[in-house]
């Protein structure tokens, strides 16, 4: 079975730059996440979607951080425009249901903002 | 979210069991207790979960207290490949399970 597939999986940009990270989740998968993970800590969720649809976006800085997920299957993170704390890790996750299942993480996109 | 207190960082040594701790005092009934672990430059990846009782799989086995307030990750047998930051979570399995990441516990594996 094929994992969580990400790209690119690393990117630098100068600030103010726009930049966008893309997900293919495990085929079958209903649920997929994005996460933030600045260097020493955990990672952070930013948004969850179920099947096309937002569930939480709560984390999610709308004011530079949009995703969709269109057909409910690849999704696209983008970021525009970028600040220097946005350098971090960008994991992608899928899981079967939104229940107890378990995540299946990507290897994720490293950004440098300069 | 139910609040985690886990060692900065473990060592072991290679062949040796590890236990990993984990405290979760403000744990719910309903909670979950999830291990991912994320090896370096990866993502991370599950490890295995439990709700009351001790359970096993092929990779670890999570013995729970009786009160549910901790519990401990054990690797029978520690390799090299075992290094890694490994996360407690717990998380309500009736609500839209989200996983909350705390900063973990990095276990080195000594040759």
């Known amino acids: 079975e094929a994992g969580v597939a990400q790209s690119p999986r690393y990117k630098i940009i100068e600030k103010r730059q726009s930049v966008a990270f893309w997900c293919n989740p495990i085929?079958?998968?209903?649920?997929l996440y994005w996460y933030q993970q600045i260097l020493g800590q955990g990672p952070k969720l930013l948004i969850q979607?179920?099947?096309?649809?937002?569930?939480?976006d709560s984390q999610l800085p709308k004011d530079r951080f949009s995703a969709e997920r269109l057909k409910g299957v690849d999704s696209t993170l983008k970021i525009q425009p970028a600040k220097l704390e946005d350098s971090a890790v960008y994991l992608c996750?899928?899981?079967?249901?939104?229940?107890?299942?378990?995540?299946?993480f990507g290897p994720g996109t490293r950004l440098t903002v300069l | 979210d139910a609040k985690t207190t886990q060692p900065n960082s473990m060592e072991s040594n290679e062949e040796e069991p590890v236990h990993l701790p984990c405290n979760h005092s403000t744990i719910s009934g309903t909670d979950y207790i999830h291990w991912y672990r994320q090896l370096p430059s990866q993502g991370p990846e599950y490890v295995i979960h439990?709700?009351?009782s001790n359970v096993n799989n092929r990779m670890a086995s999570l013995a729970i207290a009786e009160d549910r307030k901790s519990s401990t990750l054990i690797l029978h047998r520690a390799t090299l490949r075992d290094a890694a930051v490994y996360y407690c979570i717990p998380n309500d399995g009736a609500g839209s399970y989200q996983l909350t990441f705390g900063k973990g516990t990095k276990l080195s594996v000594i040759p």
């Open positions: 996750a899928s899981s079967y249901q939104q229940s107890t299942d378990t995540q299946y």
């Open positions: 085929s079958g998968h209903a649920t």
């Open positions: 979607f179920q099947n096309n649809g937002v569930v939480d």
């Open positions: 439990g709700l009351t």
